[in-house]
């Protein structure tokens, strides 16, 4: 899965004043995304704000994205939840065709035990032969994959990466020194990035390089030709920015920030809220002009 290196894109869904979808807005950001080095694009992700759109708008948003990229870089979507009936029905009743893989969470609220985690992705696995990204983070799901699991998982087929966003970095070592050759650790944790990359992971879904896809995929291509000391100049770059977008939630911050930019409105839906006002204040000042 060469596709899944380097830096990918955790896509926002842009809406306007009326909580609509802006269209023209996503389109806008996807061009920004491929003119600046991003890798690839994630789609109807928790960033994407999924859980709030309906069927038909996550149709819209597919199209929208898939119409702006026009083939240029690979698509990954985002088909996860906490009935595993549901997200299977969803695996064969989503057209998949022009995506190279899914990014499946880990099941949320249940709180499901290890083998319930397990017996989960290896059920989603047979039901699909697209490659499958699981995504570990405890923070939104109530649940740690612990090493072992994520291991474990590895070995069923079409599972091809993990999105680790536990931060835990205990963690992210036993998985990859123990991992099969060909799987994938992708940081899902935009300011742990650098160290995971120093630890042999292959990259990371990120929502900062909405604001700085130049500077962050920069950074992660440097890392991967082990290039530390450009690398590490352009971390601590963009790891202010990188912290601040979840001080007050995401993906409020992020938006704050894309707003500054003119790429979109600064616009969440409830139950979500835009950031409070000193962090929005201090997030447009890192907007990197």
């Given at each position: 899965?060469?596709?899944?290196?380097?830096?990918?894109?955790?896509?926002?869904?842009?809406?306007?004043?009326?909580?609509?979808?802006?269209t023209d807005a996503l389109a806008r950001i996807v061009e920004h995304q491929i003119a600046n080095g991003?890798?690839?694009?994630?789609?109807?992700?928790?960033?994407?704000?999924?859980?709030?759109?309906?069927?038909?708008?996550?149709?819209?948003?597919?199209?929208?994205?898939?119409?702006?990229?026009?083939?240029?870089?690979?698509?990954?979507?985002?088909?996860?939840?906490?009935?595993?009936?549901?997200?299977?029905?969803?695996?064969?009743?989503?057209?998949?065709?022009?995506?190279?893989?899914?990014?499946?969470?880990?099941?949320?609220?249940?709180?499901?035990?290890?083998?319930?985690?397990?017996?989960?992705?290896?059920?989603?696995?047979?039901?699909?032969?697209?490659?499958?990204?699981?995504?570990?983070?405890?923070?939104?799901?109530?649940?740690?994959?612990?090493?072992?699991?994520?291991?474990?998982?590895?070995?069923?087929?079409?599972?091809?990466?993990?999105?680790?966003?536990?931060?835990?970095m205990e963690q992210v070592m036993q998985i990859i020194s123990r991992k099969p050759d060909d799987f994938?650790?992708?940081?899902?944790?935009?300011?742990?990035?650098?160290?995971?990359?120093?630890?042999?992971?292959?990259?990371?879904?990120?929502?900062?390089?909405?604001?700085?896809?130049?500077?962050?995929?920069?950074?992660?291509?440097?890392?991967?030709?082990?290039?530390?000391?450009?690398?590490?100049?352009?971390h601590y770059q963009t790891m202010e920015g990188a912290m601040a977008i979840f001080a007050d939630g995401?993906?409020?911050?992020?938006?704050?920030?894309?707003?500054?930019?003119?790429?979109?409105?600064?616009?969440?839906?409830?139950?979500?809220?835009?950031?409070?006002?000193?962090?929005?204040?201090?997030?447009?000042?890192?907007?990197?002009?």
């Amino acid at each position: 899965m060469k596709e899944l290196i380097g830096t990918g894109t955790a896509l926002i869904t842009p809406f306007k004043q009326d909580y609509s979808i802006d269209t023209d807005a996503l389109a806008r950001i996807v061009e920004h995304q491929i003119a600046n080095g991003t890798d690839y694009l994630v789609v109807l992700g928790t960033t994407g704000e999924s859980a709030t759109l309906s069927e038909s708008e996550k149709v819209t948003v597919i199209h929208t994205i898939q119409e702006a990229n026009q083939g240029r870089l690979p698509l990954v979507l985002g088909i996860g939840g906490n009935d595993t009936a549901s997200v299977i029905h969803k695996l064969t009743h989503t057209p998949l065709q022009g995506f190279s893989a899914v990014l499946s969470v880990s099941p949320y609220y249940n709180k499901p035990n290890q083998e319930g985690i397990y017996q989960h992705y290896k059920s989603i696995s047979a039901s699909t032969p697209l490659p499958i990204i699981i995504y570990n983070v405890p923070s939104r799901t109530g649940s740690n994959m612990t090493w072992e699991t994520q291991c474990r998982i590895a070995a069923l087929p079409n599972m091809v990466a993990t999105k680790e966003a536990s931060g835990n970095m205990e963690q992210v070592m036993q998985i990859i020194s123990r991992k099969p050759d060909d799987f994938l650790v992708i940081s899902g944790d935009d300011a742990l990035t650098f160290p995971m990359l120093a630890c042999g992971a292959s990259g990371v879904i990120s929502v900062i390089n909405h604001a700085y896809p130049a500077l962050f995929s920069g950074m992660v291509k440097a890392a991967l030709n082990a290039n530390w000391a450009e690398a590490r100049r352009l971390h601590y770059q963009t790891m202010e920015g990188a912290m601040a977008i979840f001080a007050d939630g995401s993906p409020g911050g992020i938006k704050a920030m894309l707003n500054e930019m003119g790429l979109c409105e600064n616009v969440v839906r409830l139950p979500l809220w835009p950031v409070n006002e000193d962090v929005e204040k201090r997030l447009r000042n890192l907007v990197i002009r």
